[in-house]
């Protein structure tokens, strides 16, 4: 499980580390910085793909991505009694991202049963100005430095694998450091590079479980949506990111034993309704919806907009196939507030099979997520056949009883909650006072 992130030098983001916890929320008022630490994670996520300056260069290049405040902030600057203004360089021109994981546990804080410890790894990497990238590539970052380690912080101890240019060094099995018969290039990964499953299995470790994050922004639910067609469908244990399985997603779903869940997920929505899958001879899925008093049932494209993203954030939630880390950015988006307790029970369930990290603007959502984490939200009623009320009691997330709700979230180092706030265009975290406030990172050395 990730334990800690850190950026440095994007867009608002001039030093920010936090904790992560198995379900961590993050809230702040808009243009607080919650877009720049989504983007950051999903750049940080291209790094095990090779991906990382393609990436900047997509948002306007490293000159557009870095901060673009002074380096140091002085106390007499953040009291108002000097004005904001440049000074001259002490260090050189980076942006940094990184972050440290612990030992994979459960929720409640135990080891998965027969398991062992594994996975306590830490990555960073340092992309700062070309020193000759060419005339055509003159604004391509190149990344300076990588490094791979064991345990929660970097020490020199504890460094497995180093970048610094173009040389990469491993350490082997007696302590030693060998060097790569391989030299880089200034804009790919080692993690994308050196492939080495004997010499280097930290870096294999790392960049699968970054190559597994996933990622859920903005869902179309418009007339032409993908998700409101017919589509040829096979088996899908992760929902695309434009929605165009959907059919395919919940079907796959129900058949590989989560039949239960589902049908608790859409009951808890859409009180008395159920979804099915129909399928065509030749093999093409399509959605339907049966409501309580409709004599047919409704296909995908006769929808409301609300009704089919909650469907679509079923789809991605309830997955048989989980990563690593699970981000999702403002979930809230056009669902009705009636909803959001049944989207929270969602997300809080999802943090029993996976990290989840929620970006939000909505506080009804975040404190939907707290009370399923604790069992204590109240289930809406479940229309009888003659259309009266039948009070179920209360219920945690997928349905179950409130006994059964999330363990180890509410109230509890599983669930972080991080306000984001903006000083002087600089995002921080609501109610830090200081270094010591925030957890130990060291950036490793140029």
Known sequence: MIETLAIEGYRSLRHLVLPLG???????????????????????????????????????????????????????????????QGTVRSGPVALRLGFASGPDLLPDGAAPA????????????????????????????????????????????????????????????????????????????????VVDPVGAPELLVVRERLRSWRFYDQFRTD???????????????????????????????????????????????????????????????????????????????????????????????????????LVLNEPETS??????????SLIAGAAQRTQVVVVTHSGALVRAMEEAADGSRARTPSPRSDGSAERTGRSGPRGLPAAHGVPGLHGLPGLAHVELVKELGETTVAGREGPLDEPLWHWPKR
């Not at 129900?254 to 001879?281: H, I, K, N, W, Y």
């Not at 009636?338 to 929270?344: I, Q, Y």
């Open 114 to 193: 027969g398991a062992p410890l594994t996975g306590a790894y830490g990555y960073a990497i340092d992309l700062g100005l070309p020193q000759d990238g060419g005339a055509s590539f003159g604004l391509d970052p190149e990344i300076k430095t990588e490094v791979v380690w064991s345990g929660p912080v970097l020490r020199p101890a504890t460094l497995v694998a180093d970048r610094h240019g173009p040389s990469v060094r491993l350490r082997d099995e007696d302590g030693s450091w060998q060097v790569s018969g391989r030299r880089l290039r200034s804009f790919d990964s080692m993690l994308s590079e």
């Open 335 to 344: 669902l009705h507030p009636e909803l959001l307790p049944a989207l929270g």
């Open 22 to 84: 198995r379900l961590t929320v993050v809230t702040g008022a808009n243009g607080a910085g919650k877009s720049s630490l989504y983007r950051s994670l999903r750049l940080l996520a291209e790094c095990a793909l090779g991906g990382a300056v393609g990436a900047l260069a997509r948002e306007g290049g490293l000159p557009s991505t870095l901060w673009a405040g002074p380096e140091v902030i002085g106390r007499a600057v953040r009291a108002g009694v000097h004005p904001v």
């Open 223 to 325: 007339a032409l949506a993908p998700a409101r067609g017919a589509h040829v469908g096979t088996r899908t244990p992760v929902l695309a990111h434009d929605g165009a399985d959907l059919a395919a997603a919940l079907e796959t779903i129900r058949e590989l034993g989560l039949a239960d869940e589902l049908d608790a997920a859409v009951e808890d929505a859409f009180p008395g309704s159920t979804v099915r899958v129909r399928v065509t001879d030749d093999g093409r899925f399509s959605l339907e919806l049966r409501q309580h008093g409709l004599l047919r049932p409704l296909g995908s494209a006769e929808l409301s907009d609300g009704t089919l993203r909650y469907l679509l954030w079923v789809a991605a939630l309830l997955t048989p196939r989980p990563p690593e880390l």
